[in-house]
């Protein structure tokens, strides 16, 4: 929570100095903008599989566990 906090505290101090030069800045473009001049890691083949893999397995159980909800429900 205290990440979250500082992290709009960063982001509304940002809005506040560009105020002047782009008085229609929002939240959305300094975020848009961390992300293309912010250093990102590269990920390796079997890093990407891995996160792909993860999500999958994830996706599956929600709908799993929806699919469960939903026949207790009807019963």
Do not use: C
């Amino acid at each position: 929570m205290a990440l979250v906090m500082l992290g709009t505290l960063f982001l509304v101090k940002q809005k506040k100095a560009g105020r002047q030069q782009w008085p229609m800045l929002s939240f959305n473009d300094l975020v848009r903008a961390l992300k293309h001049l912010l250093p990102r890691r590269q990920l390796t083949a079997e890093e990407l599989a891995d996160i792909i893999s993860k999500r999958h397995y994830l996706r599956r159980k929600a709908k799993e566990s929806h699919a469960r909800k939903s026949q207790v429900a009807r019963e």
